[in-house]
Structures are given as structure tokens and as C-alpha cells.
Nanobody, 120 residues
Framework: QVQLVESGGGLVQPGGSLRLSCAASGSIFSINAMGWYRQAPGKERELVAVITSGGSTNYADSVKGRFTISRDNAENTVYLRMNSLKPEDTAVYYC??????????????WGKGTLVTVSS
């Protein structure tokens, strides 16, 4: 019943910017941490950025200073602003959220992913 839907992926030139969005919907009691992961071709999935319900953030070293994660709790949405994109940022980006559908019942949910391609 709970769904995460990503949007904003696409093709962008090196040095360009994109903003990814992920909206959670369904029977949601509350949302704890939300984050973005990515998986490049031939690579393992890795954490890109995470943000807690209190606004604390953490980033992978490879994206620090270029990416910014934020959230809109009223809309159950998490964003990832990506600046100064590099070809090595090319990957499928997945939204992740720790969601409580009821008190004392938390579950880890994933979006289906959105492809970001950085190429000239």
C-alpha cells in the first residue's frame, strides 16, 4: 500500500544539474530517515545521501559539495539536487525510506529507480 515514486532523472551534460524527487504515498504513520542510493553499471549499489526526520544529513565522499539532499515532510517527499554532474555519476538512483505504517511497525521501502545519464 505504501509506494515511493521517483522523478527527475534523465540525460544531462557533464557540469549540468538535475533535481530528483521521491514522493511517498499510502498508509503512512510517519517517516524516519529517507535517502538516495545509486547503482552504476557493473557496480554495487551505494549510499549517496541520507536525511533523518530531524534534518541531519550524510553524504558519500564522492558527492560531497555537489549534491544536496532535502525533504518536505508535509508532502512526504525527499529531494536530491545534483550539481556539477560527472560521467561517473551515471547510475540508476533509488529512493529509500524507513516508514512506519503504524506505531511500532517500521519497514524499509524502495522506489523502482530513476536513471541519470551524464554524457556529452
Amino acid at each position: 500500500q505504501v509506494q515511493l515514486v521517483e522523478s527527475g532523472g534523465g540525460l544531462v551534460q557533464p557540469g549540468g544539474s538535475l533535481r530528483l524527487s521521491c514522493a511517498a504515498s499510502g498508509s503512512i504513520f510517519s517517516i524516519n530517515a529517507m535517502g538516495w542510493y545509486r547503482q552504476a553499471p557493473g557496480k554495487e549499489r551505494e549510499l549517496v545521501a541520507v536525511i533523518t526526520s530531524g534534518g541531519s544529513t550524510n553524504y558519500a565522499d564522492s558527492v560531497k559539495g555537489r549534491f544536496t539532499i532535502s525533504r518536505d515532510n508535509a508532502e512526504n517527499t525527499v529531494y536530491l539536487r545534483m550539481n556539477s554532474l560527472k560521467p561517473e555519476d551515471t547510475a540508476v538512483y533509488y529512493c529509500n525510506a524507513d516508514i512506519l505504517v503504524a506505531a511500532h511497525h517500521g519497514m524499509d521501502y524502495w522506489g523502482k529507480g530513476t536513471l541519470v545519464t551524464v554524457s556529452s
